[in-house]
């Protein structure tokens, strides 16, 4: 290429970046600009790379260094100030574009809602396995009731009214002769030289707590 056609490449590119950088008026690395017009404008990396770097020598744009990466954005000193009419336009596209930005949030938090109930609730396949099993325990206990219902060994009302008054016949007799026992030992006891437990041991007496026996709860 030659030079002089190098020198309108070099000027379309410079026109290009200054137009776009002061209508987006927002900051751009060389990389973003170079990815954002290649495809429309057909620059090359290093025309973006030399066109940013001029404009901010000739202090049409502004240029500013973050470590290794230089960001290059319109001087606003240059640009055009908004009127009151504008400023009005901008304010009030701005409060609509909050407006929106809240029914977002909340759209969204509705559905992240909607999506922890989804994620923790059970999935078809477990629900038909659940109804599955059930069916077989209703199963299983349809049928011990029916052998239930079919045995021929049922206890009438009448035989365990009998039981439950033998039972406690049976308790009342073991507490009458335990508190008999109690108290002739405990009399036998007043005389004796030496201790409850080797009296016991002596005469060879068993008591309930040694064989664990407890008297039955009512029924």
């Not at 009458?176 to 009399?187: C, I, P």
């Not at 005389?191 to 041991?201: A, N, R, T, V």
Request: proline share 3%; net charge neutral; glycine share 6%.
């Amino acid at each position: 290429m030659s030079k002089g056609r190098e020198a309108a490449a070099g000027g379309g590119a410079t026109a290009v970046l200054l137009r776009y950088l002061r209508e987006q008026n927002r900051p751009y690395s060389a990389q973003d600009a170079f990815g954002n017009l290649q495809r429309e404008h057909g620059l090359g990396k290093a025309a973006v790379v030399k066109a940013l770097e001029q404009l901010a020598q000739q202090g049409r744009v502004r240029e500013k260094v973050y470590g290794k990466q230089k960001i290059y954005f319109a001087d606003q000193e240059q640009l055009p100030a908004a009127s009151d009419a504008e400023l009005r336009g901008l304010d009030g596209e701005i409060a609509t574009r909050s407006a929106e930005l809240q029914a977002l949030q909340q759209s969204c938090r509705h559905m992240e809602a909607e999506l922890k109930d989804l994620t923790s609730s059970m999935t078809t396949p477990e629900i038909a396995r659940e109804i599955e099993a059930l069916r077989k325990d209703c199963a299983s206990y349809t049928e011990k009731l029916e052998r239930i219902k079919s045995a021929t060994n049922h206890v009438t009302p009448e035989e365990k009214e009998k039981v439950c008054r033998e039972q406690q016949l049976y308790r009342r007799e073991w507490r009458r002769r335990k508190r008999m026992a109690t108290e002739l030992l405990d009399a036998i006891l007043e005389g004796y030289p030496k201790s409850k437990k080797q009296f016991f041991e002596e005469v060879g007496i068993e008591t309930d707590e040694d064989h664990g026996a407890v008297l039955p709860a009512t029924v």
